[in-house]
């Protein structure tokens, strides 16, 4: 190693430099890198500035310090390098930071000679960094995102504001030794500049007392307190911010510098997820999902065989996550990666193997041994089927028959344990589960079987019946998988019937048909009543609490009195449904009462008279409002005919009060709507209806005694519908 010299002096005003001595021979190109490294104004004061410039390979390191006690002049030493990578012999320029290589004063005569070796110092090197920038890892990633985004892009410049100048020694110093050497020996600085607007180094650090630069392509960061987190830092200055306070720097840079070719400054994002999983560092979401591939791929190319297992496995589950997006380009690497025994794991290939399966046929396809089909069913199929997310590895299944046998071999095993195959059955497709039916033990036609009547392919009652399994099914977990909502009445009739009572209340089944019966009781379907028979009838009734039991009998009574036409026997009935209703809960005894309502007004004319005397006789407080809501409702589409043979009902009851609630208020309520000629036929059909029921006429017959009551309601407005004469 041969190092030329230079010695000049410069006036602190910024004046033209005077040049004292130097190496012999000394190329002009070097000397004017030397004095433009300078330029920015020497260290202020008594303080020591170290000044770094490069030109491709060519670099001078310039020393400044004050050469008179007034500090109007000062004095530079340089070191010229024509080769600066080789000649630095593995140092970083700032490691020259306090060496022994700088003189203090100018040489007595013109000539310098060439240095032989350098020896670095001691208060900004390798021995000192590190304590630094862990105690700095905040500023530091944000120092060097923006060196890294400057060399990047081959642009911009990064001024610094320190205390002092040997705090500037250490920022540039981590800063540089962050970075793989190559790049690290490449950064120019300055640590202390009077002018740094005026520099041209990528880091120039200055003092409070000497603004930065607010114009142009430069980043000022303050380093005087904590700087605040940079929302656009870089993947790469955050792992290695990590990685000081881990002490694991030198050790990821070694992998840096085993990249061939040697890592540019592009490469460092992509270098940075290999750190992240390399030393198993928090994996920072990629901004797309090819930055995966492309980190694959410089393992495979660049760093072959470096990244470890461990490495590849957490390499591995970031891609599952995402999943291998583009096919072509994890065919390539993979086989790449495969033909040069990469540590590459199971779950990979098998996460690009599922892709791969209904795409192009011309990508390649690994083949896989029976062990490594069950790891990709085990760490990606079986995930995927307890996902509630679709996953298009199931929609892939049926084109590989053999990854389907591998699911069944792992199914085999986790079906074990029959909360396993409860949680599956949830969640399992019924396409997959149509790949399953049929085929291994027990286990997996219980869980296809499950899937399947689920989603309505199977018959769940015939499911739950099957005598033909080896194994006995718990049914307090599988009940609710079958049905995830209640048993229709129809299968719930079934299930009543057919099932033994210790199972169907083993399952919940039994509590849920009692529930969905009872929560219906107040206006029950028509299917609900043979349901109910069969629950009164079954074993299940001696289980349930007297008040279920009452409310079933409600309900039994409610469909029947919906469907019943009224003949002998009605009457008591009807008036045990009305005493019974008393002691009901308000759904069901309102419900009860309601159909009692709707079956007086069934009966024929002659017996709905009966009917109602009768009730209202009892339970009138209970059955009028009932009474008159159903009337409402009957009477707004019943002929003239019905109406009629009611109104001579209401007018035959012996007290005067419900003749005229009846009359006088519900009859104008349930008749608004209809017209006037619809009124004129009810009023025709009085007279016959009446003297059909023997009932006794009104004073001067029942035709004027229906207009004096149109009349009366007309005038009182409770018929508006009057004053639309004739339909008009």
Same mark, same amino acid.
């Given at each position: ?264 400054? /592009?490469?460092?994002?992509?270098? !940075?997820? &290999?750190?992240? *999983? %390399?030393?198993?560092?928090? $994996?920072? =979401?990629? @901004? ?76 390649? /396809?690994?083949?896989?041994?029976? !062990?490594? &089909?069950?790891? *990709? %069913?085990?760490?990606?199929? $079986?995930? =995927?089927? @307890? ?93 609710? $998988? ?247």
């Amino acid at each position: 190693m041969a190092v030329r010299q230079l010695h000049f002096t410069a006036r602190g005003d910024g004046g033209p430099p005077w040049i004292g001595a130097m190496t012999p021979g000394t190329p002009r190109q070097l000397v004017e890198l030397a004095v433009r490294a300078g330029a920015s104004g020497p260290a202020p004061g008594n303080a020591i500035g170290l000044g770094f410039l490069s030109a491709g390979r060519v670099a001078a390191l310039v020393q400044s310090r004050c050469a008179d006690p007034a500090g109007r002049a000062h004095f530079f030493h340089a070191l010229l390098f024509d080769d600066v990578e080789r000649e630095l012999e593995g140092l970083l320029p700032i490691d020259l930071w306090g060496g022994p290589a700088w003189a203090r004063d100018p040489a007595v005569g013109p000539e310098l000679p060439e240095v032989a070796s350098l020896v670095p110092g001691d208060d900004a090197g390798p021995a000192t960094t590190p304590r630094f920038a862990a105690g700095h890892a905040a500023g530091l990633e944000r120092v060097l995102g923006a060196v890294q985004q400057a060399l990047a892009a081959g642009r911009g410049r990064l001024v610094l504001v320190v205390p002092d100048d040997r705090t500037a020694a250490l920022w540039i110093s981590a800063t540089c030794r962050s970075l793989p050497h190559p790049l690290g020996s490449a950064v120019t600085f300055t640590t202390r500049a009077a002018r740094p607007a005026e520099s041209t180094a990528l880091i120039t650090c200055t003092t409070p007392d000497a603004p930065p630069p607010t114009h142009g392509d430069v980043t000022a960061i303050d380093l005087t307190s904590t700087p605040p987190p940079d929302p656009s830092g870089t993947r790469y200055a955050s792992a290695l911010a990590q990685l000081w306070e881990r002490d694991s720097v030198p050790t990821a840079l070694r992998l840096a510098g085993e990249a061939r070719p040697a890592l540019a400054a /592009a490469d460092l994002e992509v270098f !940075a997820v &290999l750190l992240e *999983v %390399a030393f198993d560092l928090p $994996v920072r =979401a990629p @901004a797309d999902r090819d930055l995966l591939l492309t980190a694959a791929r410089m393992a495979v190319e660049r760093l072959t065989g470096r990244l470890s297992a461990a490495g590849w496995q957490r390499l591995s589950d970031q891609v599952r996550d995402s999943g291998p997006v583009d096919a072509a380009g994890w065919s390539e690497v993979l086989r790449a990666a495969r033909d040069r025994r990469e540590a590459v794991p199971a779950e990979l290939f098998g996460a690009y193997f599922i892709t791969a399966l209904s795409g192009d046929d011309r990508l390649w /396809a690994p083949e896989l041994s029976a !062990a490594d &089909l069950d790891d *990709v %069913a085990e760490r990606v199929v $079986v995930p =995927a089927l @307890a996902s509630s997310a679709p996953h298009p590895a199931l929609t892939r299944l049926a084109g590989h028959g053999a990854l389907v046998d591998a699911l069944i071999r792992v199914l085999e095993r986790r079906l074990a344990n029959p909360r396993e195959t409860a949680r599956l059955a949830t969640t399992t497709p019924p396409e997959v589960a149509r790949l399953l039916a049929g085929r291994g033990t027990d286990r997996i036609r219980l869980l296809a079987d499950l899937v399947l009547a689920r989603h309505g392919a199977l018959d769940p009652v015939r499911v739950m019946l099957d005598g033909t399994r080896t194994q006995q099914v718990d049914w307090r977990l599988f009940g609710p $998988v079958l049905w995830p909502g209640d048993p229709s009445a129809e299968d719930a009739v079934r299930l009543v019937r057919q099932v033994r009572p210790g199972v169907l209340v083993d399952s919940g089944l039994a509590a849920r048909i009692v529930a969905r019966v009872l929560d219906r009781a107040g206006e029950p379907d028509p299917s609900d009543g043979r349901l109910v028979d069969e629950l009164l009838r079954s074993p299940v009734a001696g289980l349930l609490e007297q008040r279920d039991h009452t409310a079933l009998d409600a309900a039994r009574r409610i469909v029947h009195l919906r469907g019943a036409v009224p003949g002998r026997g009605s009457e008591r009935v009807l008036l045990s449904a009305l005493a019974a209703a008393n002691s009901l809960p308000d759904g069901v005894g309102h419900g009860l009462v309601a159909a009692a309502a709707s079956f007086v007004l069934r009966a024929d004319p002659a017996l709905h008279r009966d009917l109602l005397s009768r009730a209202l006789d009892e339970h009138a407080p209970v059955f009028l409002p009932a009474y008159r809501r159903a009337v409402r409702v009957e009477l707004a589409d019943a002929p003239p005919h019905r109406i009629a043979a009611v109104v001579v009902a209401w007018r035959q009851l012996e007290r005067q009060a419900y003749r005229h609630i009846l009359v006088e208020e519900t009859l104008p309520a349930a008749l608004r709507k209809r017209r006037g000629r619809f009124l004129d036929r009810v009023g025709g059909a009085l007279q016959p209806t009446g003297d059909g029921l023997g009932a006794e006429r009104p004073n001067g017959g029942w035709g004027k005694w229906w207009q004096g009551w149109r009349a009366e309601h007309e005038r009182r407005g409770l018929l508006s519908v009057f004053r639309r004469r004739d339909g008009v």
